[in-house]
Protein backbone atom coordinates (compact mmCIF):
# COMPACT_ATOMS: atom_id res chain seq x y z
CA UNK A 1 0.00 0.00 0.00
CA UNK A 2 1.51 3.23 -1.01
CA UNK A 3 1.91 6.01 1.73
CA UNK A 4 -0.49 8.36 0.03
CA UNK A 5 -3.60 5.70 0.03
CA UNK A 6 -2.65 4.87 3.59
CA UNK A 7 -2.99 8.19 4.79
CA UNK A 8 -6.89 8.39 2.47
CA UNK A 9 -7.56 5.23 4.47
CA UNK A 10 -6.71 6.54 7.87
CA UNK A 11 -8.35 9.90 6.96
CA UNK A 12 -11.74 8.03 6.16
CA UNK A 13 -11.27 5.62 9.01
CA UNK A 14 -11.16 8.25 11.82
CA UNK A 15 -13.87 10.12 10.01
CA UNK A 16 -15.86 6.76 9.70
CA UNK A 17 -14.85 5.88 13.85
CA UNK A 18 -15.95 9.41 15.06
CA UNK A 19 -19.19 9.25 13.24
CA UNK A 20 -19.53 5.60 14.92
CA UNK A 21 -17.72 6.19 18.27
CA UNK A 22 -21.31 6.94 19.67
CA UNK A 23 -22.71 3.55 18.98
CA UNK A 24 -19.06 1.61 20.09
CA UNK A 25 -18.03 1.02 16.91
CA UNK A 26 -14.19 0.55 15.62
CA UNK A 27 -12.47 0.74 12.44
CA UNK A 28 -9.64 -1.92 11.58
CA UNK A 29 -7.11 -1.32 8.73
CA UNK A 30 -5.48 -4.70 7.35
CA UNK A 31 -4.50 -5.91 3.77
CA UNK A 32 -5.14 -2.85 2.07
CA UNK A 33 -9.04 -2.39 3.18
CA UNK A 34 -11.18 -0.86 5.35
CA UNK A 35 -13.28 -2.67 7.90
CA UNK A 36 -16.01 -0.79 9.98
CA UNK A 37 -17.27 -2.72 13.20
CA UNK A 38 -20.55 -1.86 14.19
CA UNK A 39 -19.64 -3.00 18.45
CA UNK A 40 -16.37 -4.29 20.18
CA UNK A 41 -16.43 -6.01 23.18
CA UNK A 42 -15.03 -3.91 26.09
CA UNK A 43 -11.32 -5.49 27.48
CA UNK A 44 -11.41 -6.78 31.02
CA UNK A 45 -8.01 -6.30 31.75
CA UNK A 46 -8.01 -2.99 30.47
CA UNK A 47 -5.18 -3.15 28.30
CA UNK A 48 -4.88 0.32 25.86
CA UNK A 49 -4.96 -1.02 22.50
CA UNK A 50 -6.97 -4.27 23.14
CA UNK A 51 -9.30 -4.71 20.62
CA UNK A 52 -12.68 -7.34 21.23
CA UNK A 53 -13.83 -7.93 18.14
CA UNK A 54 -17.50 -10.29 17.62
CA UNK A 55 -16.03 -13.74 16.44
CA UNK A 56 -18.60 -13.58 13.74
CA UNK A 57 -16.39 -10.19 12.63
CA UNK A 58 -13.14 -11.94 12.67
CA UNK A 59 -13.79 -13.47 8.90
CA UNK A 60 -14.24 -9.69 7.92
CA UNK A 61 -11.73 -8.15 9.46
CA UNK A 62 -8.66 -10.97 8.33
CA UNK A 63 -10.07 -13.84 6.68
CA UNK A 64 -9.84 -16.25 9.69
CA UNK A 65 -12.81 -18.05 11.08
CA UNK A 66 -12.59 -19.99 14.66
CA UNK A 67 -12.36 -23.49 14.66
CA UNK A 68 -11.84 -26.29 17.16
CA UNK A 69 -8.25 -26.36 16.58
CA UNK A 70 -7.88 -22.53 16.59
CA UNK A 71 -7.88 -19.40 14.27
CA UNK A 72 -7.80 -20.98 10.52
CA UNK A 73 -7.64 -19.29 6.96
CA UNK A 74 -6.71 -21.92 4.02
CA UNK A 75 -5.02 -24.93 5.66
CA UNK A 76 -3.06 -22.77 8.19
CA UNK A 77 -4.37 -22.83 12.22
CA UNK A 78 -3.04 -20.92 14.95
CA UNK A 79 -4.14 -22.23 18.54
CA UNK A 80 -5.85 -19.71 20.33
CA UNK A 81 -5.85 -20.14 24.47
CA UNK A 82 -9.15 -19.54 26.20
CA UNK A 83 -8.17 -16.27 27.68
CA UNK A 84 -8.57 -14.82 24.14
CA UNK A 85 -12.06 -15.62 23.53
CA UNK A 86 -14.43 -14.46 26.13
CA UNK A 87 -18.49 -15.15 25.40
CA UNK A 88 -19.21 -13.96 21.81
CA UNK A 89 -15.95 -12.00 21.76
CA UNK A 90 -12.45 -12.39 20.25
CA UNK A 91 -9.39 -10.69 21.30
CA UNK A 92 -8.05 -9.64 18.13
CA UNK A 93 -5.00 -7.69 19.10
CA UNK A 94 -3.42 -10.72 21.55
CA UNK A 95 -4.19 -13.11 17.96
CA UNK A 96 -2.07 -10.56 16.43
CA UNK A 97 0.86 -10.43 18.21
CA UNK A 98 0.97 -14.37 18.64
CA UNK A 99 0.98 -14.62 15.32
CA UNK A 100 4.00 -11.97 14.81
CA UNK A 101 1.63 -9.23 13.46
CA UNK A 102 2.19 -5.31 14.18
CA UNK A 103 -0.55 -3.29 15.50
CA UNK A 104 -0.84 -0.20 15.67
CA UNK A 105 -3.94 1.35 17.68
CA UNK A 106 -5.34 4.58 18.58
CA UNK A 107 -7.61 4.02 21.30
CA UNK A 108 -9.59 7.15 21.51
CA UNK A 109 -10.37 7.86 17.50
CA UNK A 110 -10.98 3.96 17.89
CA UNK A 111 -8.85 3.06 14.89
CA UNK A 112 -6.78 -0.29 14.99
CA UNK A 113 -3.94 -1.08 11.59
CA UNK A 114 -2.76 -4.43 11.53
CA UNK A 115 0.51 -5.10 9.55
CA UNK A 116 1.32 -8.18 7.17
CA UNK A 117 1.20 -11.22 8.68
CA UNK A 118 4.18 -13.13 8.18
CA UNK A 119 2.72 -16.84 8.94
CA UNK A 120 0.65 -15.85 5.46
CA UNK A 121 3.71 -15.91 3.49
CA UNK A 122 2.75 -12.31 3.59
CA UNK A 123 1.93 -10.00 0.19
CA UNK A 124 5.15 -8.34 -0.10
CA UNK A 125 7.09 -11.11 -0.51
CA UNK A 126 4.31 -12.43 -3.21
CA UNK A 127 4.35 -9.44 -5.21
CA UNK A 128 7.94 -9.25 -5.95
CA UNK A 129 9.82 -10.41 -8.86
CA UNK A 130 13.43 -11.70 -8.63
CA UNK A 131 15.75 -9.46 -11.23
CA UNK A 132 17.07 -11.60 -14.20
CA UNK A 133 20.63 -12.93 -13.95
CA UNK A 134 22.45 -15.66 -16.11
CA UNK A 135 25.06 -18.37 -14.98
CA UNK A 136 26.43 -21.71 -16.97
CA UNK A 137 24.97 -24.43 -16.33
CA UNK A 138 27.57 -27.71 -15.99
CA UNK A 139 28.16 -27.91 -19.45
CA UNK A 140 28.67 -23.96 -19.82
CA UNK A 141 25.87 -22.97 -21.70
CA UNK A 142 24.00 -19.53 -20.07
CA UNK A 143 21.01 -20.25 -18.20
CA UNK A 144 18.68 -17.47 -17.60
CA UNK A 145 16.41 -16.47 -14.46
CA UNK A 146 13.69 -15.15 -16.75
CA UNK A 147 13.38 -18.93 -18.00
CA UNK A 148 11.43 -20.27 -15.85
CA UNK A 149 9.43 -17.38 -15.22
CA UNK A 150 5.63 -18.59 -14.21
CA UNK A 151 7.41 -21.64 -12.40
CA UNK A 152 9.37 -22.63 -8.95
CA UNK A 153 13.62 -22.22 -8.78
CA UNK A 154 15.12 -22.82 -6.51
CA UNK A 155 18.47 -20.78 -6.75
CA UNK A 156 21.77 -22.21 -4.24
CA UNK A 157 24.51 -20.05 -4.14
CA UNK A 158 27.69 -20.42 -2.34
CA UNK A 159 31.06 -18.45 -1.56
CA UNK A 160 34.33 -19.41 -0.71
CA UNK A 161 35.43 -16.16 1.67
Same mark, same amino acid.
Given at each position: ?????? @?????????????????AGATV @????????????????????????????????????????????RADLC??IPKDM??????????????????????????????????????? @??????????????? @???????????????????????
Open positions: MQRRDF @LKAVGAASLASAASAAS @LYDDHVVALDRIGPDPKRIAGALWIRKGDLPRVNGFALKPQGACIPVRGDYFNLTAFAKKAGQMVVADDEARVWSFGEMQALGGG @LSNSRTAPDFTVPDR @LGRPVHLAGFRGKKALVVTWASW
